[in-house]
């Protein structure tokens, strides 16, 4: 067994199996996330029983490397997991901090037309392992701290839900990965059963909702998703959200030409979310070639923003990062398969 495939409650439970004390988890897990030994051997203030007991059971290897892409601000990873599935994370250098996006499943079954990741459907999900050791495995390997989690890889994290509770208690821990619950954002297609749930976690851990449309005539032709769950039933989950936890939402929106881009699109916006504690990130499309969609002309782009922003809703334009390494959704494997 990996040592990072355990939460913490799971260690200290499996160590008082076996008859040791439940604060051993703790010392093993300082140990191995925050002093990033490389052998038990390492461990100083635990019992010579306890090391031998744990390099019986616990191996701690990385995810294996397979490429890595680097432009200025981004480096993309390619990992290879022990079945042979490949999956993808970005680490992206903000001079406010490092942030990681990494994937939740091999492929995904969501569908999105405009996205690369879904043309491989799913294959699993990722286990807590694989989950957790994207970033151990980039913290390694740059031997940089990461400030920031984004769970925008491949793959609908809401779809994984179990292993995405049990990774967020891993890295909310001080003692285990220690990001800060504000500086974590998971980021949904629109599950809307499980935005309410996570809402009821009780977590200050942000939610992003993949929109990307305004009303349900054209949601319906780019995202799958919304034939179970329309744009109402996620705006009314996205409002139990911020009842639940008074925190913001991120409501994302890919600009596509002539698509989702035009001014009565963006006035249909102003009215689906006035008045809500969100804010709009308006993403650049990554033109891929297995897709016709283009990206939104920058003058409408700005048109777009300008609505929105005439009309009180907070609204970015996300920096664009990454564009030379492939870094949308599903490109780098996609790239992989190709050569
Ligand atoms: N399934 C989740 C998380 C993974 S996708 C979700 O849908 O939110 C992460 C984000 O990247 C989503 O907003 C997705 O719509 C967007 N995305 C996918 N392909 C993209 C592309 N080619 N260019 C820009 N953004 C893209």
């Given amino acids: ?14 160590l008082i199996e076996n008859e040791f004390k439940k604060f051993n988890a703790t010392q093993i897990l300082e140990w191995v996330y925050l002093k990033n030994i490389k052998s038990f051997d390492e461990m100083r203030n635990v019992s010579k029983v306890l090391i031998e ?154 939610l992003a909702i993949s929109l990307h449309a305004p009303n349900n005539e054209i949601r319906n032709q780019i995202m799958k998703i919304n034939s179970a769950y329309n744009i109402n039933s996620v705006m009314s989950a996205v409002d139990y959200y911020i009842e639940k936890t008074n925190r913001r939402v991120t409501i994302e929106y890919i600009m596509l ?16 979310l006035k008045g809500k504690l969100v804010y709009v990130n308006l993403i650049p499309y990554n033109e891929t070639s297995n897709c016709q969609i283009k990206r939104s002309k920058d003058f409408k782009v700005k048109a777009f923003y300008d609505i929105l922003k005439k009309n009180g809703i907070e609204c970015t334009i996300r920096k664009e990062m990454g564009l030379k390494v492939s870094a949308a959704c599903g490109q780098l494997r996609a790239l992989s398969e190709v050569k």
């Fill in 53 to 206: 007991f744990c390099k019986t059971n616990f191996t701690m290897e990385t995810l294996k490397l397979i490429t890595k892409h680097s432009s200025k601000d981004t480096v993309k990873y390619l990992f290879e997991l022990t079945d042979g599935n490949k999956i993808e994370c970005v680490l992206m250098k903000h001079n406010y901090g490092n942030s990681l996006c990494i994937s939740s499943q091999v492929g995904c079954n969501m569908g999105c037309v405009f996205c690369e990741s879904g043309r491989l459907k799913k294959v699993r999900d990722l286990s807590l392992e694989e989950l957790v050791l994207q970033v151990i495995s980039v913290k390694k390997e740059e031997n940089i701290n990461i400030n920031s989690i984004v769970i925008m890889g491949i793959g609908e994290p809401f779809d994984n839900f179990e292993n995405i509770k049990r990774f967020l208690s891993v890295a909310i821990d001080p003692k285990m990965i220690g990001i800060g619950q504000r500086h974590i954002t998971v980021s949904t297609c629109g599950l809307v059963p499980k935005i309410k749930e996570f809402a009821d976690l009780d977590t200050q851990v942000n």
């Fill in 1 to 14: 067994m990996n040592i990072y495939s355990f939460t913490k409650n799971e260690l200290e439970n499996y």
């Fill in 257 to 272: 030409d002539d698509i989702n881009d035009s001014e009565k699109c963006a006035k249909e916006l102003v009215s689906l």
